[in-house]
């Protein structure tokens, strides 16, 4: 680049220096020391600026190939978004599945559980009842046959009675006690589930909303809320 502008100045010192025409603005310069000046700075002009002007003459071809290769890439782009965004739905469908058929699993054993409990309650229940009937019957015979053998003796006779009645109560507050054990522990079980299934839903909710994070309002699914209903 030097030789280029050391060129240009002679150039100019030779158009400064030539012999002007009388009365005009022009003047004589030697012809062949100017060609050689203009063939220096040919020669000494880089490789870059051809390759500059070959990309000017080439500007609309590679301004159509650039835009050519930006909408292929965008079409691209778009198509994998739209793969992306479908494998997530699917995937968001089959997390809602298994999370509803999980929670009917869990509802249905919880169900199962209750009415086992609850029949083993009313099972133990009724034998505690029975048991109750029996000792006052035997009790009641007990002081039949008592009265019977001590009949002037009516203290004994009442103290049986007594006796019956006192059985039969126990037996009574003991079934109340089995009854009440039994709702507190199916109350405690159900509380349990309960929270199971509210924490469950949550998450699928939670997960649900993560997945629709990039969708746009028009495509979003609505969310229910599970547990207000």
Do not use: W
């Amino acid at each position: 680049m030097y030789r280029v502008f050391e060129a240009l100045d002679e150039l100019v010192t030779i158009v400064e220096e030539a012999r002007g025409v009388p009365m005009t603005v022009s003047c004589v310069v030697p012809r062949g020391d100017v060609l050689e000046l203009l063939d220096d700075i040919r020669d000494a002009l880089p490789a870059e600026v051809d390759d500059a002007q070959d990309v000017l003459d080439r500007r609309d071809e590679i301004v159509h190939t650039a835009r050519a290769q930006a909408e292929e890439t965008i079409g691209s782009a778009n198509d994998e978004a739209e793969r992306l965004l479908a494998e997530a739905r699917a995937e968001a469908e089959r997390i809602i599945a298994e999370a509803r058929a999980e929670a009917d699993r869990t509802i249905a054993a919880g169900e199962a559980e209750y009415a086992d409990v609850t029949e083993r309650a009313r099972t133990e229940a009724d034998r505690m009842v029975q048991a109750g009937r029996d000792a006052y019957e035997r009790a009641v015979d007990d002081g039949k046959r008592e009265q019977a053998r001590l009949v002037s003796q009516t203290e004994v006779v009442q103290a049986a009675h007594n006796e019956a009645a006192r059985i039969v109560d126990e037996a009574h507050e003991e079934a109340d006690r089995q009854r009440a054990d039994c709702d507190a522990y199916v109350d405690n079980k159900l509380a349990e589930f309960s929270d199971l299934l509210a924490t469950t839903l949550r998450t699928v909710d939670s997960g649900r909303n993560h997945l629709r994070g990039p969708l746009s309002p028009a495509s979003r699914t609505p969310v229910y809320d599970y547990q207000a209903q």
